[in-house]
Each structure stands twice: as structure tokens, then as C-alpha cells.
């Protein structure tokens, strides 16, 4: 463990680069740029408050903010895990050619995805601002929320890369996967709307459920995030994180052979 | 185990074998469907090959192809694992295995030279003192700040070559890519690489090219299928090699 820390260390250029081509590579050819990562989620989340509203019987007020404070986290959780789990693959050249920390591809995939978010966060502020709902102390925990998805992130994306590159359906179960934690993630719904339902349990269980509903409660209703459940979380990404790095240790070893 | 002060590379009992399949299942349903059918024939590339180079020591890595050298340097590097066996290697170690390899074609030269000296492990402080050196050594002048894909292929050549020479590694691992660029330019790599060995650092070198090897370096390693065949002084070396595949 403290080898690998010095290791990414050493190769903190590295790392720096790589974010940098990611956020420039991304959107190189298209006009408008780095604004699509504004307007993508802005559409959807458009699309959402003009559709649900009719679905379900009684949203909450200043509805379009609700599920943008939602939908901004989700994306940049999806983006991640999307291209996460296809980075190692995705970079076979310069594996078979070159050593590094074979780490630094999934760490970088989540960093820039972390920077694309945090601008698009002004979004998110943007809306609180016109809706009135305006800000409260309880920002401070933003931070900290946005610590444990990255935690989150890391610890699946390292070892989603790693079996992508020795069973190629990973990234296929995977978007499934992601369309589904959605139903279960209370974005475009509130949590308790299925309070004492059957499938509480399952939403309660997510920790994607956790997460987003602290977002909301910090910066929507302006209150403590339910600590308890937050730092549940906390430890049990910290965990994952673990693992992640076990497996993708253990895996690593073949990727030039398999890739 | 403490490192041994005049050690660089040292190789114990290492064995490589490569799975080679007819049908590589890499879907969960070919792996499924095929779990018990044994498709993948197992091949040696290196048998239990040992083998310790000193510090400042220049070695060539000789051989008919598919014998096994690349797989040996590749090992070295850790980009691949031995099957059976240790590698240890002492210092910074650089490889060439192939040049550009991560260059980005949109962005400019100078802006690959930073992007590919971080892969290999490079600070930016580090870049930025060997910057004028790598951008004299590579003779780009202006060309420098043209995306890299507006180069020639011999261009493109001289810029990776140029950053992996001035990286500064202890260890330089060279696999046949002593023929960059024009005449002018290889005697300029020439006595780079004359240059780094009389500084005393370590050069593995695997090429075909016997003559490069006879001037450049003192001991030679002549590897026949995934062993050994003779180690030692490269003249004597050279003349055993030469009667059996010259």
C-alpha cells in the first residue's frame, strides 16, 4: 500500500496530464465544448420536470431544482463508471508498450469526471438562486458528500476495469446495471415516497440513495444530512476502495498479456 | 533483502509462459459455452533463464526472432510478469520498446514531450530543465509547436528518441530501434548512447544489428528458444552465433 502511494506519487505528472487530456479530448471537435457537460444534464433534467409532474400526482415545489440537484451527481456518476470501466481497454496501447501505475487510468478517469462536476455545479447554484430557495450553512457538508461518492466511484471503477479486460460482457452488465440503480435511486422521486413500502429496504440499501439524498437534504431542504446513514457510506466505500485496489493489484499483472 | 551496491538487473529462475488460444473466449458466453474445452496451448518463451547484469555494464540481447529477447526486456520493464521466478531491478529504469508510444497526435510537440516523459515518471520540474535539451537533441527547431501529427514518420521518431535518451534512467532498456531517422541522426544516437555508457549507466540493448553491438557493447547474451545459448565477451559470443545462424 505504501509502495503504491509512492509510486502514484512519483507519477503525479503523469496523472496531471492524463486529467488534462481527458477534459480536453473530450469534447475537441464539437462548437460548443466544454458547455455540453452544462447542457446535457440541463436538457434532461428539462425533459424530467416537464414529463413527471403528469406521472406522479404531487411533486415537490420548485421541482426542476429538485431533480437537478439529482440528476448532476447521477451523471457524473454514470459518466465515471461508464468510462471507467473501459479505461484500462481503452488505453491497450500504451499498456503493452510502456510501465506506469496502471492505476492512474481509472484515478484520472474519476478526477476529471470530478472537475467536469464541480462546474457544472454552478448550475445547481444558478437554480437555487432563482427559485429562492438560496443557501444555507449546511453547505459546508458538500465537501464531504462529494468525498464519499469519489470513494464510491474509485473503488467500483477499479474493479469494473480490471475484469472488463478478461470478460469483455463487464461493461455491457454494467450499463444495465446503471439503468437500473437508477429506478432505485430516489432522483427523479423523493425517498420517502416509498416510505413503508416493500422496496424501502431496497433504496435504503443503495449507496447512490445515500449520497444523493444528502445533496439534497444540505442544499434542497437546507438541513443535516442524516450523518448516521452518510457515514455508513463513508466506511463502507472506504472498504470497497480496498477491495478495488486488491483486485485491480491481483488483475494488473496480466493486463498487457490480455488486453 | 537489502540491494546489492553494484547489482542493476537481477533475474532468478524465471520461466514465461504464454497461453496462446485458437479462440480466445473473452465474452461470458464463449466462456461459459467452452468453459471445458482446452483450447489455449501453453508455450515456454523463456525457460528458467538466470541472470545478473552489473551496474554500468552495456548488454546486448542477441537471437533469431520469437527466441525470446523482447519477452525478456518486456519482463524487465514489469509491463509483463514472469510465470515462475523474480525480477529485481535496482534504480530508474527507462524502456524503449517502442518509440511515441502515447504520443498524441493533436497535441503539439512540445506538449508530448511533457505528456510522454510523465509516463515515464518524470516531474515537471524535471521536464522543464531537460526541455532545451530535448528539443536541441531532437533538431525540431520550430516545428516544435506543430501537432505532432503534421510530422514526418522519421520526425516523429527523433522526438520520441530524444525524450527517452534524456530521461536520465539508470537502466536503459532498448528494444531494435537504433535505426531512427536519417544516417546523421543514428551516428547522433550512437554517441549519446557511447555517451550514457561512459557515464556508467546500464544499457540492455536487443537488436540484429551486429555491428552496432560489436561497437557499442562489451557483453553479449545469445538467447535460443527461451534459454541461454552462450554469455559472455561479444566477440566470442559474436563468432559462435555467427557460425550457427550467420
Known amino acids: 500500500m505504501k509502495n503504491l502511494i509512492n509510486n502514484l506519487y512519483n507519477y503525479r505528472l503523469l496523472l496531471k496530464s492524463n486529467v488534462k487530456k481527458d477534459i480536453r479530448g473530450k469534447y475537441k471537435a464539437s462548437f460548443l465544448g466544454i458547455l455540453w457537460s452544462f447542457i446535457n444534464p440541463l436538457l434532461t433534467a428539462l425533459i424530467y420536470a416537464i414529463v413527471f409532474p403528469f406521472i406522479l400526482k404531487n411533486t415537490e415545489q420548485h421541482y426542476v431544482t429538485f431533480v437537478i440537484i439529482g440528476i448532476l451527481p447521477w451523471t457524473y456518476f454514470v459518466n465515471t463508471i461508464i468510462q471507467g470501466t473501459t479505461c484500462i481497454l481503452s488505453n491497450a496501447g500504451i499498456i503493452k508498450k510502456v510501465y506506469f501505475p496502471r492505476e492512474i487510468l481509472p484515478i484520472s478517469i474519476n478526477i476529471s469526471g470530478l472537475i467536469n462536476f464541480l462546474i457544472s455545479c454552478i448550475i445547481i447554484f444558478i437554480f437555487l438562486i432563482f427559485s429562492g430557495i438560496g443557501f444555507s450553512k449546511y453547505i459546508l457538508f458538500l465537501p464531504l458528500i462529494i468525498l464519499v461518492q469519489f470513494l464510491f466511484q474509485l473503488g467500483i471503477i477499479l474493479i469494473t476495469s480490471s475484469i472488463e479486460i478478461y470478460v469483455r460482457d463487464a461493461e455491457y452488465i454494467i450499463s444495465f446495471l446503471i439503468n437500473m440503480v437508477f429506478y432505485a435511486t430516489p432522483i427523479i422521486y423523493s425517498a420517502n415516497m416509498f416510505e413503508n413500502t416493500k422496496i424501502a429496504w431496497l433504496i435504503r440499501l443503495n449507496p447512490m440513495s445515500s449520497i444523493i439524498n444528502s445533496y439534497r437534504n444540505i442544499l434542497f431542504y437546507q438541513t443535516i444530512p442524516e450523518l448516521k446513514s452518510l457515514l455508513i457510506t463513508l466506511f463502507g466505500c472506504i472498504f470497497l476502495l480496498l477491495i478495488g485496489f486488491i483486485i485491480f493489484n491481483r488483475l494488473q499483472r496480466g493486463f498487457a498479456e490480455e488486453v | ?246
Open chain 2, 1 to 246: 533483502m537489502k540491494a546489492n551496491n553494484s547489482k542493476a538487473i537481477d533475474i532468478q529462475d524465471v520461466t514465461k509462459v504464454y497461453k496462446l488460444y485458437y479462440d480466445k473466449p473473452s465474452t461470458l458466453k464463449e466462456r461459459l459455452v467452452f468453459w471445458n474445452k482446452k483450447k489455449a496451448e501453453e508455450r515456454i518463451i523463456l525457460n528458467n533463464i538466470s541472470l545478473e547484469i552489473s551496474k554500468g555494464e552495456t548488454v546486448a540481447l542477441i537471437g533469431v526472432n520469437g527466441s525470446g529477447k523482447s519477452t525478456l526486456l518486456k519482463l524487465m520493464t514489469k509491463i509483463i510478469y514472469p510465470t515462475k521466478g523474480t525480477i529485481k531491478t535496482y534504480g530508474k529504469l527507462t524502456s524503449l520498446l517502442e518509440l511515441g508510444a502515447g504520443f498524441h497526435p493533436d497535441f503539439t510537440g512540445r506538449e508530448n514531450i511533457y505528456f510522454n516523459a510523465s509516463i515515464f515518471g518524470l516531474t515537471e520540474k524535471a521536464i522543464n530543465q531537460r526541455l532545451q535539451s530535448i528539443i536541441d537533441f531532437s533538431e525540431l527547431g520550430e516545428l516544435i509547436d506543430s501537432p505532432v501529427r503534421t510530422y514526418s514518420s522519421g520526425q516523429y521518431m527523433r522526438l520520441a528518441f530524444s525524450i527517452a535518451i534524456n530521461v536520465d534512467a539508470d537502466i536503459l532498456l532498448i528494444d531494435e530501434i537504433l535505426a531512427v531517422g536519417d544516417q546523421h541522426f543514428q551516428d547522433k544516437c550512437f554517441e549519446k548512447l557511447e555517451e550514457l555508457k561512459n557515464n556508467k549507466k546500464t544499457i540492455v540493448i536487443v537488436s540484429h544489428s551486429l555491428d552496432s553491438i560489436k561497437k557499442l557493447c562489451n557483453r553479449t547474451i545469445w538467447i535460443n528458444n527461451g534459454k541461454i545459448e552462450k554469455d559472455g565477451n561479444t566477440r566470442e559470443v559474436m563468432e559462435e552465433y555467427k557460425k550457427v545462424c550467420g
